[in-house]
């Protein structure tokens, strides 16, 4: 089974569909090498007006790693590295990236999520930051910028799950729907932004990524996020 799914829906608009069902689309290492090439090979993609980046189950967007996966010290290593690259592919890429908040977005499925440009939720949300849990460094970096940093701390210390009243409260989401109706929801989010003029939205991506220092804030975080798997307890590597 292919763990990334690619459709041109329309000039312009790409939609990328996590496809892991059986595992709530969580991430091991051949579905984040692919997930990241299609990256790279999107973002430099100049008819590319708009990402939608999504899922084939609305059971779940992305349930964070895959912890089962089986590696030694360096593959999990490798597999950190990975995840950071995807990370900083979100924030450097070259439009609007819209994503596609249905069941659970939980650990790295929530960092996609804040990661985003725009939001659109479904009715089955479960978002939750739980890297605290194990210790893992992640979560300030995108979402302080999103909803302040006092809230930002209850939900990266606590890791509780929210859902989409309390995210819609506070103003993670731009748009609501059923499950079912999310993506299509993201889709005209991204037919609208691609009506505008593509290199101005270009530009003002860059402005909005330069203002807010969001690329320091990723590579910041994501330096500690080796340092975790390289010398400290890093993410569980299966058996």
Not at 55 to 62: D, E
Not at 189 to 196: E, K, N, S
């Amino acid at each position: 089974m292919t763990p990334v799914l690619r459709e041109r829906i329309e000039d312009g608009i790409e939609v990328v569909r996590l496809n892991r069902p059986d595992k709530r689309n969580a991430l091991d290492s051949p579905a984040l090498a692919v997930l990241n090439d299609a990256l790279d090979d999107l973002a430099a993609d100049d008819s590319l007006r708009a990402l939608v980046l999504s899922t084939t189950n609305v059971r779940a967007f992305c349930a964070g790693a895959d912890v089962g996966e089986a590696l030694d010290q360096d593959g999990g290593v490798a597999r950190m590295a990975a995840f950071t690259r995807m990370y900083s592919a979100i924030d450097a890429f070259s439009v609007p990236v819209i994503a596609v908040c249905v069941g659970n977005c939980v650990g790295a499925g929530a960092e996609i999520v804040a990661g985003a440009d725009l939001r659109v939720g479904g009715d089955n949300l479960k978002l939750a930051w739980a890297g605290a849990r194990l210790g893992v460094p992640v979560g300030p970096a995108r979402l302080a910028p999103l909803i302040g940093v006092a809230r930002a701390k209850d939900l990266v210390f606590t890791g509780r799950s929210i859902g989409l009243g309390e995210a819609a409260a506070l103003g993670l989401l731009h748009r609501t729907a059923a499950a079912d109706e999310a993506e299509a929801v993201a889709i005209e989010v991204a037919r609208a932004v691609a009506a505008q003029s593509p290199r101005g939205v270009r530009v003002l991506k860059q402005m909005f990524r330069e203002l807010d220092r969001t690329g320091d804030r990723v590579a910041y975080e994501n330096e500690h996020l080796m340092r975790f798997q390289q010398h400290g307890a890093g993410l569980p590597r299966g058996r």
